[in-house]
């Protein structure tokens, strides 16, 4: 059972590219999210998905795309890279059938935009 | 909109010894959970403790337990005999009621902590 996988695990970026970073989960969760991880701060919430073909905005959501085609898959898109996007990014799934509301993440990703 | 704060950005404690993290947060809803989450160097996530906004009696697992003052809105985590693995980022984390569709949770900024032999 590998949990929630994400990759890259490290990417740089110039200013200007753009990049995917892949979320996949294998536990049949409903919920899946992006968070990113800016030094020194907690986590905040980038943008979240329901189930397959339902996705909504987040706390910081400008810059980033998602779309959510399979129960398991939740990329993340990042269309025109800035340095401001410099960050760790985590990606996080929840079920309502798994008691006690825990939220899984993934092993995070860095992201260095120059 | 919930806040979070941690008041301790960076604490140290003697190997053995006991420590105790501050979060306090700020909130209108009356039903919740509250997570301490441990964040080592490797930037993984793991989930320490947890607490439901419901239940009276304090969450304990193993060496952690939370002081949990609701009126007081206030969530505290203590580690006893502490080891030289919990040298870590703690962050304290808000949660709204069940079906919160977006796994949103609102952290706190983090506090440091250091172990030392």
């Known amino acids: 059972n590998a949990g929630v996988t994400q990759t890259p695990k490290f990417q740089v970026l110039k200013t200007g590219q753009s990049m995917t970073l892949q979320c996949a989960q294998d536990m049949n969760h409903e919920y899946m999210s992006w968070y990113r991880q800016d030094p020194g701060m907690g986590l905040r919430l980038i943008h979240y998905s329901v189930g397959a073909g339902i996705t909504d905005q987040g706390e910081v959501p400008n810059g980033y795309n998602v779309s959510r085609s399979t129960t398991e898959d939740f990329p993340l898109r990042l269309l025109s890279a800035a340095p401001s996007q410099t960050s760790v990014y985590f990606c996080?799934?929840?079920?309502?059938?798994?008691?006690?509301?825990?939220?899984?993440f993934g092993e995070g990703s860095w992201l260095t935009v120059v | 909109a919930q806040t979070v704060t941690q008041s301790q950005p960076e604490m140290s404690v003697q190997e053995a010894e006991t420590v105790t993290l501050s979060c306090t947060y700020d909130t209108s809803e009356n039903n919740y959970y509250l997570f301490w989450y441990k964040q080592p160097p490797s930037r993984q996530m793991i989930l320490v403790i947890r607490?439901?906004?419901?239940?009276?009696q304090n969450a304990t697992e193993n060496r952690f337990s939370v002081n949990f003052q609701k009126a007081a809105k206030s969530f505290s985590l203590k580690i006893s005999d502490s080891q030289l693995g919990d040298t870590a980022m703690y962050f304290c984390a808000f949660m709204k009621p069940v079906n919160n569709a977006g796994n949103m949770l609102t952290f706190g900024g983090g506090t440091r902590l250091m172990v030392k032999p």
């Open positions: 996080a799934s929840r079920s309502d059938r798994v008691p006690g509301n825990t939220i899984y």
């Open positions: 607490q439901e906004a419901y239940k009276q």
